[in-house]
């Protein structure tokens, strides 16, 4: 697990520090990756965040069409469930198999609503959100190798956004770089099931 430091969250810090990769970038929908997309670099959205959207109208609300999208979403999410942990290719079949026709009933029944919703709801803003990342929240089903979302990624942020409540800076940006490296070694070690000496010293 790597951590990197950066003074502030200008879209030219992640494509400086992924100027040599090519492969596919799974995240969620942050303005500052845009530019990195194309053709050296794939776009895997986050399911996670779609899902969240109409989670927080239908808590408001009690919305008939957020608590459908949410079943919806939520078949997705119990066929990862069952999957989880096998290998890429058996991944990849099955999600070929069973979320594929739960993909594009899903995108038939998003398109269909949201003609029925006034353009400025909650309901159509998360709707069209989801529209427009599509071809990004369908790539998983095609790559065993992805995951639905990017939860794993933000479970690992968490505790930096918790320390963050006490301090309110690094001190220096030398201290933001040790921080991070910081970071980097403790979330290595805690997926090594919390063993430091496969940190730094690996087989």
Known sequence: MLFRYSPDRKGERPKAHLASFVGILQADAYAGFDRLYGERIQEAACWAHVRRKFYD??????SPIAAEALERIGRLYGIEAEIRGRPSDER???????????LEALNA?????VTTLSKKSELAVAIRYALSLWTALTRYRDDGRLEIDNNAAERALRAVALCRKNWLFAGSDDGGERAAAIYSLLGTAKLNNGKFHQ?????
Do not use: K, M, S, Y
């Open 57 to 62: 109208i239908h808590v408001a609300h009690t």
């Open 92 to 102: 990849r079949q099955v999600r070929q198999t069973r979320a594929g026709p739960e």
């Open 109 to 113: 029944w998003l398109h269909a609503t």
């Open 199 to 203: 940190c730094l010293h690996p087989p």
